[in-house]
């Protein structure tokens, strides 16, 4: 079980520094890419939590994989995260990081819950309507229910929009209860 508190700790350092120098933008959408990375390839999760796999080589992969593509900052906040070997931590600092900006008034993150795997264009799509309806720009999270049976549920400023087929048959069981 990790301790969140310590993820907290990693991603305010994180933000801080980032803000300071002007590239919270970047370095959220690249926390979130590493995200997406560690959520859709298992093999990369156990690769960087792996204990017998050296720090050297951790920080090698890094710098092959994400160099010239990510900030140094973020670079090298992986290499620190891989020397105390706490990049185990990477989706808890990463939820944490949006949680700080959100805070802050920067963004408002969302989850959207949907049967089945939302595409770049769909998921785009509803960024989109979400930042401008809501003017802020909007992190969104995904997480697969296929329990929904179809459509999604989107969750954001502490309230739940129901648009699943799921949603829609208890409405219309509870309409015909009374």
Do not use: C
Request: aromatic letters at 8%.
């Amino acid at each position: 079980m990790r301790d969140p508190e310590v993820a907290e700790r990693y991603a305010e350092a994180l933000y801080s520094l980032a803000r300071e120098e002007g590239i919270l933008d970047r370095v959220g959408e690249e926390l979130s890419r590493l995200r997406a990375l560690w959520d859709s390839l298992p093999e990369f999760a156990r690769f960087l939590q792996h204990p017998l796999i050296p720090v050297e080589l951790k920080e090698g992969f890094f710098d092959r994989a994400f160099g010239g593509r990510f900030h140094p900052y973020t670079l090298n906040f992986l290499k620190l995260l891989a020397r105390k070997k706490r990049l185990g931590y990477l989706p808890l600092i990463q939820r944490a990081f949006l949680k700080v900006a959100e805070k802050e008034g920067r963004l408002i993150s969302a989850t959207v819950r949907s049967a089945m795997p939302l595409s770049e264009e769909e998921l785009s799509r509803l960024r989109g309507a979400l930042e401008k309806a809501l003017g802020k720009p909007v992190a969104l999270e995904t997480e697969e229910a296929p329990e929904l049976l179809a459509g999604a549920e989107v969750r954001l400023l502490g309230r739940r929009f129901d648009l699943s087929l799921l949603g829609r048959l208890q409405a219309l069981a509870a309409e015909l209860k009374g």
